[in-house]
């Protein structure tokens, strides 16, 4: 025992063993895209969406809540629960254990949650599907939260959006996952036949059993440039046709390029377009407005083309053969 055992040794120990909570961990991040890393705040400050190559990183309710609605205006909705693995289900962990660490993961009770808000002043229920939250798969718990969320927007009178982002059917839960297909699709149909708009975002991924039931049956169709959706995977459906897939399959831009998507939209932009159409959709007046505003005199309209009327060639307007 000495001075430099007793005294010395200890106070160097605790400089370097102290904890340092003011350090927060992750500082940088790799884009999955062009693998550069980011400085955390840059990508905070830049909506997560890369500043390099314009990726668009997956982001979960909490962020869209915050990005899209009025700020204070939103209130998050109870999503119910519902009886955990109904069939008893086992791979190699117990789906109810899977649940609960997903649960622990994201704070959530299952992979959507929805809040009901404002939008530019607009009232908007706003569902988000959380891919943190296994995959985002729908299981039973996430179509009792769907129709607990398209039955809020109907009472309130407003809008519904949902914002995808999943790898389809949650297989832990078999046949049932599959029935939330129709559940859903009933859902929205509540919302349509009492006059409101159902706005689907698709983000990356957007695949399986939920491309194949409420993605697909928006009024609107709206896509965060690059995303990936689809129903069967680029690699089964190559096996299966055995051909090669066109470039870009399955990405925002070539699905609106085909007819599936009525517009990409960066992310930037997404809240601005989301009051624009709100505006336009629940306030019949102002549609009329902008239906006047846009209407050009006959004589100014130049003649469709050929491709433009459904394939139908007009003897008049056809042009001629080469
Ligand atoms: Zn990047």
Known sequence: MSWLTDYVRPKIRALYTRDKPDVPENLWHQCPSCERMIFHRDLDGNQRVCPHCDHHMRVGPDYRFGALFDEGSWQQLEMPKSPPDPLKFRDQKKYVDRLKEAQAKTKAVDALEAALGRIDGLPAVIAVMNFEFMGGSMGTALGEGFVVAAQAAVKHDAAFIVVTASGGARMQEGALSLMQMARTTVAV????????????????????????????????????????????????????????????????????????????????????????????????????????????????????KAAEVGGKVDAEHAEPRK
């Open 189 to 304: 149909e509540e919302v349509k036949e009492a006059g409101l708009p159902y706005i689907v975002i698709l983000t990356d991924p957007t695949t399986g059993g939920v491309t194949a039931s409420f993605a697909m049956v928006g009024d609107l169709h709206l896509a965060e440039p690059g995303a990936m959706i689809g129903f069967a995977g680029a690699r089964v459906i190559e096996q299966t046709i055995r051909e090669k897939l066109p470039e870009g399959f399955q990405r925002a831009e070539y699905l609106l390029a085909h007819g599936m998507v009525d517009q990409v939209v960066h992310r930037f932009q997404l809240r601005a377009t989301l009051a624009r159409l709100l505006d336009l959709l629940l306030r019949p007046d102002r549609a009329t407005e902008a239906r006047v505003i846009t209407d050009v005199p006959p004589e100014r309209v130049a003649p469709p």
